[in-house]
Nanobody, 124 residues
């Protein structure tokens, strides 16, 4: 079992920055790929970004490329999503998820463990 807890969300203005954290406990976090998803009201959960266990592979959805940056500190069992130049359309609940199988990483069903989510609200 892996337990994930997101933090760092909040209410910011357009153009501001936030850093989300995903703290893990349980099994060896360093073996897991970590994905970030978001869900806005009335919309489906969508892929945002993912980072492989070794931090070498990272993927971003087009709408966040150049604005969001992934990182992880396996010694601290924590993954991060740095979000810069936030836009109102980034408003959503953000979830981190973990998977041992590094494939189909843009699909929520590919992840075994999920956090409870953290709200990000960007006012325009």
């Amino acid at each position: 079992q892996v337990q994930l807890v997101e933090s760092g969300g909040g209410l910011v203005r357009a153009g501001d920055s936030l850093r989300l954290s995903c703290a893990a406990s349980g099994h060896t976090f360093s073996s897991y790929g970590v994905g970030w998803f978001r869900q806005a009201p009335g919309k489906e959960r969508e892929f945002v970004a993912a980072i492989a266990w070794n931090s070498i592979d990272t993927y971003y959805t087009n709408s966040v490329k150049g604005r969001f940056t992934l990182s992880r500190d396996n010694a601290k069992n924590t993954a991060y999503l740095q979000m810069n130049s936030l836009k109102s359309e980034d408003t959503a609940v953000y979830y981190c998820a973990a998977t041992l199988a590094w494939r189909d990483i843009t699909i929520p069903g590919s992840y075994t463990y999920w956090g409870q989510g953290t709200q990000v609200t960007v006012s325009s």
